[in-house]
């Protein structure tokens, strides 16, 4: 079963903020996070393991909360570079990293 | 490093018709997966192959098979083609043992008639 992504679709002007919310109703190993751009592949941003730390660099973040089965991507001052599908793709056994992924969360940044 | 090369880039076919869709990486990665994506519904696993030798099947393998022919390369096939098969289909690879993220190619867009 595919993991629920929220919002579906998010607008934000320059320099604002944005969660992106995922959540799985299996036990979860891993999560990944992708940004895929109109036309292109999706390109991982961030991977997420069960044990792990908060991870993130600049002003894209995560976290996983392993107990409830969610995991969140935080972008702060967002860019025009930010726009852009988001998914997350979770994976249920160490070893074995075929992922299920979110329907996506659209993210729009205008100036 | 061309990382993950699809081929073709696009391709009509006619309902009944077959093909295969090629993938080739140079990363070295054990792992590669094939997997379809339709507007709404996000990235689905088709078929994936944890290591040379091995392949297994994903969430929607029907109407599809795959041959690992190396470690380089993991090929999908549509046998007899069907409309609901129109898709974007993305091949992606990683090292096995799960810390690593995918790297994808650039995609097929496949329509069929």
């Known amino acids: 079963q595919q993991p629920v992504q929220s919002p579906q679709a998010v607008i934000l002007r320059e320099g604002e903020d944005a969660v992106i919310n995922c959540s799985s109703s299996?036990?979860?190993?891993?999560v990944h996070w992708y940004r895929q751009k109109h036309g292109e592949a999706p390109v991982f941003l961030m991977i997420?393991?069960?044990?792990?730390e908060q991870k993130g660099h600049d002003k894209i973040s995560a976290s996983f909360n392993e107990k409830k089965q969610q995991s969140s991507l935080y972008l702060t001052a967002s860019q025009l570079s930010y726009s852009g599908t988001y998914f997350c793709?979770?994976?249920?056994?160490?070893?074995?990293?075929?992922?299920?992924f979110g329907t996506g969360t659209r993210l729009t940044i205008i100036p | 490093n061309a990382g993950v090369t699809q081929t073709p880039k696009f391709q009509v076919l006619k309902t009944g018709q077959s093909m295969t869709l090629q993938c080739a990486q140079d990363?070295?990665?054990?792992?590669m997966y094939w997997y379809r994506q339709d507007p709404g519904m996000g990235l689905r696993l088709i078929y994936y192959?944890?290591?040379?030798?091995?392949?297994d099947k994903g969430e929607v393998p029907n109407g599809y098979n795959v041959s690992r022919l190396n470690k380089r390369e993991f090929s999908l096939r549509l046998e007899s083609a069907a409309p609901s098969q129109t898709s974007v289909y993305f091949c992606?690879?990683?090292?096995?043992?799960?810390?690593?993220?995918?790297?994808f190619g650039s995609g097929t867009r496949l329509t069929v008639v």
């Open positions: 997420l393991l069960k044990g792990g």
């Open positions: 793709g979770t994976g249920s056994n160490f070893g074995n990293e075929k992922l299920t």
């Open positions: 990363m070295n990665h054990n792992s």
């Open positions: 192959s944890a290591s040379e030798g091995t392949t």
């Open positions: 299996k036990a979860l190993y891993s």
């Open positions: 992606a690879s990683n090292m096995y043992r799960g810390k690593h993220g995918y790297t």
